[in-house]
């Protein structure tokens, strides 16, 4: 009996070896990754200029790997409806998220309670471009720079209407800068995400807004609306005879975007290295980096170090500017 039993202890133990994955298996599972489907999870409206950046990636993807990559977006609440459901997502590399600036480091300090917390609940993967601001303005306004804007401001105060993506959005932050620093009086109209906030600045619901440049090229280039400044530290690359903020007058008034790739927090590093890899490769690619470049937004395609770097000091630097906009928690 007791020799029946200490072979029945011998078998299972062998049989629970046999069961668990060698480093080699584990290493096969992640080189045959992706098997299936890739949802890219975009907290904002589709059409915009961030959607476009994270279709292009999406492609890219797809034709490399034969699998499908495609872009959800799910809009509303200032991005935190989207990020939220990528964060409390399975970790397995086949949810991820298109984040940018106002979501994953702007949110935390305008937003008392936040359901999830960039820099523990996600993996990054990589930084994937960078969007300098621009301030356009409806072409109906007879103004043609920011010297002329200021002084129509100031001869009509409390009558210009200006536009965000969403109340703390960085679109919102960059105007209230502009306020602060030019003195003027200004009333907000915040909108629910990129596309409505540009669709009713073209339509002249609102006079003016503080835009990443990538979704508001297409319009500049049409006339639909004007150009009058970006705010970066130097001029863009995509609009080289736009003077900046800087140039304008306003030193402080510095603002640029950026996006970036993540992945729920205990995704395998495998899979988030993976990820980096191919998506850094094709953001080194002439095709992308020239699409960017015409949308006045450049290719980065950094390690996952430099982006966590890039999430932690964004997330103090924007805290210190909500402090100095005197702008309290939203909820």
């Not at 679109?171 to 915040?190: C, D, N, Q, W, Y």
């Not at 007058?249 to 590093?269: C, H, N, R």
């Not at 490769?281 to 982006?307: K, W």
Request: with cysteine; charged share 20%; proline share 7%.
């Amino acid at each position: 009996m007791k020799h029946a039993t200490l072979q029945c202890v011998i078998f299972a133990a062998v049989a629970a070896f046999a069961f668990v994955p060698s480093a080699s298996q584990a290493a096969d599972g992640v080189a045959e990754y992706p098997v299936r489907t890739i949802r890219v999870i975009l907290p904002q409206p589709a059409g915009g200029g961030t959607d476009v950046v994270a279709r292009a990636i999406a492609q890219k993807l797809t034709d490399a790997w034969g699998q499908q990559v495609i872009v959800d977006n799910r809009a509303g609440a200032n991005g935190i409806i989207g990020t939220d459901l990528a964060a409390k997502s399975k970790p397995d590399g086949y949810t991820l998220l298109y984040g940018f600036t106002s979501m994953l480091t702007i949110n935390p300090s305008v937003y008392k309670s936040l359901p999830y917390d960039t820099l523990r609940d996600f993996a990054p993967i990589t930084h994937t471009v960078t969007n300098t601001m621009a301030l356009v303005v409806n072409p109906y306004l007879p103004v043609r720079s920011v010297k002329e804007l200021v002084a129509l401001a100031r001869s009509r105060p409390g009558d210009l209407l200006y536009g965000s993506f969403g109340i703390g959005n960085q679109t919102h932050l960059t105007a209230e800068l502009f306020r602060i620093e030019s003195g003027l009086k200004m009333l907000h109209v915040p909108y629910k995400g990129e596309t409505p906030a540009i669709t009713e600045t073209i339509s002249g619901q609102v006079a003016m807004m503080f835009s990443p440049s990538a979704g508001v090229a297409p319009h500049i280039r049409t006339g639909r609306l004007r150009l009058l400044a970006t705010c970066g530290e130097k001029r863009s690359t995509g609009f080289p005879e736009t003077p900046t903020m800087i140039e304008s007058g306003f030193p402080k008034v510095v603002s640029i975007g950026w996006g970036g790739m993540l992945a729920p927090a205990g995704t395998p590093p495998e899979i988030v290295q993976k990820l980096q890899r191919e998506i850094a490769r094709q953001l080194a690619s002439p095709e992308i980096r020239d699409r960017l470049s015409a949308m006045g937004a450049d290719a980065v395609g950094s390690t996952t170090e430099e982006f966590a770097a890039l999430l932690k000091a964004e997330t103090e630097k924007w805290s210190r500017v909500v402090r100095g906009a005197n702008l309290f928690h939203s909820q």
